[in-house]
């Protein structure tokens, strides 16, 4: 009866922090890594020990709802702090609505960018699609560097995502916006950045971070913030004054 008790403690544990990622890796590693120490220790017989550790997990288990009620108390009450802000030194990019739901979020984010640095466009096409890239740096010629592609093992020196913030948060700190394509789920969909801000706050010693990525959006006016996982999985281009 123990082992099952146990993990279907585990599961309704889990189960439950499922949505907090952080929360269940730090309380599984804690009754396991204890109960596996017990195992290695102890003199008793390891089929008892592990029962033993086992029954002390499921009763912990069984009282996470408590532990992280009152664990996310004490971490609602922790503020975050801001550690970077970039920002675009003239302001945001103006809002340019693209001319066709299903076609043209290439066009309207350069010309939202365009507007932003005060240059010009000198070709136009609002008929079908375009790679940011092309209709940028060969169809307009400006000045467009691509920094990320999708992919952080096959960019140099971004592993991770506070590195993909920093490096393109830099940019934008020196007046050169971003432009970001990724799949939204039907098809490849391009979005100016204009800002980046990383958070965090101190747990029990351990910083947790959160990435806010703000977006001109030329499908949606009120759609701001783009999601960390499009985030790192687009091809983000910038383009210099």
Known sequence: ???????????????????????????ATSIFGGGNALINKTSIPKTLAKY?????AARLMLNIPEAVAKFKEVSDKIKWETIKDYKLPKGDLPFVEQADPNVGCTQATLESIATYLNKPIIFTDYSQG??????????????????YNKDYSHTKDIQK????????????????????????????????????KIQRKNINGTYKYRYSIRIMNPSDKMDEAMQTSDFANSVIRIVKP
């Open 1 to 27: 009866m123990l082992p099952t008790l146990a993990f279907g403690a585990l599961g309704g544990g889990l189960s439950y922090l499922s949505n907090d990622k952080y929360l269940s890796t730090l309380i």
């Open 52 to 56: 033993a550790a086992i029954g002390t």
């Open 130 to 147: 375009y790679d940011f890239y092309d209709y940028a740096a060969n169809k307009n010629q400006f000045n467009v560097k691509t920094i």
């Open 161 to 196: 995502i506070s590195q993909l913030c920093y490096a393109v948060g830099s940019y934008i700190n020196n007046g050169c916006p971003a432009a970001a394509t990724y799949f939204n789920g039907y098809f490849n969909h391009t979005v100016g950045i204009m800002g980046i």
